[in-house]
């Protein structure tokens, strides 16, 4: 059971990156799956959360119209496209994953039984 991230990097303020994660192990279709994002010091923060089977995806208010969750199901990855970027949005993104599928604990209290590896997000300024 495994969740393998990538995708970050350095990028200008107002540019875009996309991240992917790439689920093994699970049943895909019965997962909720997403993002969090922490900056050293701080709390964890949610970022988006998608239940893969039933096709919703919730946004953090601070990303929603910015990033765009995909999902490509044969090759069981989730990508996050992050479009405007500003350098708050700069963090160390993790992919997680319940692999019961519920959502709403997942989402409301990061009830996951899987974490990827975090991957760096640096926008400048």
């Known amino acids: 059971v495994q969740l393998q991230a990538s995708g970050g990097g350095l990028v200008q303020a107002g540019g875009s990156l996309k991240l992917s994660c790439a689920a093994s192990?699970?049943?895909?279709?019965?997962?909720?799956i997403g993002w969090f994002r922490q900056v050293p010091g701080k709390e964890r923060e949610r970022v988006s959360a998608t239940h893969i089977r039933d096709g919703i995806t919730y946004y953090e208010d601070s990303v929603q119209g910015r990033y765009t969750v995909s999902i490509d199901n044969a090759k069981r990855t989730i990508f996050l496209q992050m479009n405007r970027l500003k350098p708050e949005d700069t963090a160390v993104y993790f992919c997680?994953?319940?692999?019961?599928?519920?959502?709403?604990?997942?989402?409301?209290?990061?009830?996951?039984?899987?974490w990827g590896q975090g991957t760096l997000v640096t926008v400048s300024s």
């Open positions: 192990g699970f049943t895909f279709d019965r997962l909720a």
């Open positions: 997680a994953a319940n692999s019961k599928g519920w959502l709403n604990s997942f989402w409301n209290n990061g009830q996951a039984d899987k």
